[in-house]
């Protein structure tokens, strides 16, 4: 008979790999990233490169104290184990040789410790950094290394297609190449998000157009595509700001009580923005609300 754990760690992998397949902007594929890690390693930490150091970026299964410690360590990047683990090009994991430490963030010493990098263009651009205790479960470094291999495409694939934005003249505004320095969780402008709709009215004809949906004119206007991204944009920040509020307000059924104060913020800045697109633009923030902060639940964000 198949173990429960094993078979609740294979689902969770699945809807992982499968949220890394779908999201666009690199905090919101590193977020997957680190969630998924669930399926393969009782906490993580995952550590971003850039400008030569490493940047303690975000954790999972950490007491709080120590998770805010991680958010704010940084490394020079050419020195200790996790340099030896970026600088090594063939590596999918790798523990603790003798002599080596993982970086201290007041999590305390544990037992077992796994590195994973995760490259775009040949480079390391972020590490995951796995800990348990021997016997600890889920343990699974395979399972971990898929899931950074999987955010590996999905970056390279988002970096692919802001070049050839590039190419056909379409200017992305503070385009940060993943494939020379790890993207900070601070979003860029972002492409137009696939929009989460909610189910038809029974009333509905077949000719009938929906509330929510778009004419080919809407489509098109510019000033339109100027606010879905900056929609993007302010849901992505209130996400990386307010990571734990995202997680337990989906899981309890409470996000927009838990995000009330950011929200409100959110759509105060974004009114005064795009005044003239009325209603219809105010539903392009709401509609990034439900995908980037509910995860396309539209029921959480009331």
């Given at each position: 008979m198949a173990d429960p754990r094993e078979n609740a760690s294979l689902e969770t992998l699945d809807r992982r790999m499968a949220e890394l397949a779908g999201f666009v902007s690199p905090s919101e594929i590193f977020r997957a990233l680190l969630e998924g890690t669930e399926a393969g390693s009782p906490r993580a930490a995952i550590y971003l490169l850039r400008e030569g150091r490493f940047k303690g970026?975000?954790?999972?299964?950490?007491?709080?104290?120590a998770a805010a410690s991680h958010r704010a360590i940084t490394l020079p990047v050419g020195s200790g184990w996790l340099g030896s683990v970026a600088e090594e090009t063939d590596v999918r994991w790798r523990t603790l040789s003798a002599g080596e430490q993982p970086p201290q963030f007041g999590q305390g010493r544990y037992g077992e410790v796994v590195a994973l990098p995760v490259r775009v263009g040949g480079k390391a651009v972020a590490l995951v950094v796995a800990e348990r205790e021997p016997g600890e479960q889920p343990w699974s470094p395979?399972?971990?290394?898929?899931l950074c291999q999987a955010a590996r495409l999905r970056l390279e694939l988002d970096l692919?297609?802001?070049r050839l934005k590039n190419l056909q003249g379409v200017a992305v505004e503070a385009l940060q190449p993943v494939a020379v320095a790890?993207?900070?969780p601070v979003p860029a402008p972002e492409p137009e998000p696939v929009a989460v709709a909610p189910p038809a009215p029974e009333a509905a004809t077949a000719t009938e157009m929906?509330?929510?949906t778009e004419t080919p004119e809407q489509e098109s206007d510019p000033r339109r595509e100027e606010a879905r991204?900056?929609?993007?944009?302010?849901?992505t920040d209130?996400?990386?700001y307010n990571e734990e509020a995202v997680v337990l307000g989906r899981r309890e059924g409470d996000l927009t009580a838990r995000l009330a104060e950011p929200m409100a913020r959110g759509r105060e800045a974004y009114a005064k923005r795009f005044p003239d697109l009325g209603p219809s633009g105010a539903k392009l923030l709401e509609d990034a609300f439900v995908q980037v902060l509910a995860g396309g639940d539209a029921s959480l964000v009331r």
């Open positions: 970026w975000s954790s999972i299964g950490y007491p709080p104290q395979a399972a971990l290394s898929l692919a297609w802001r790890a993207p900070l929906a509330p929510w991204r900056f929609a993007r944009l302010v849901a209130i996400r990386l």
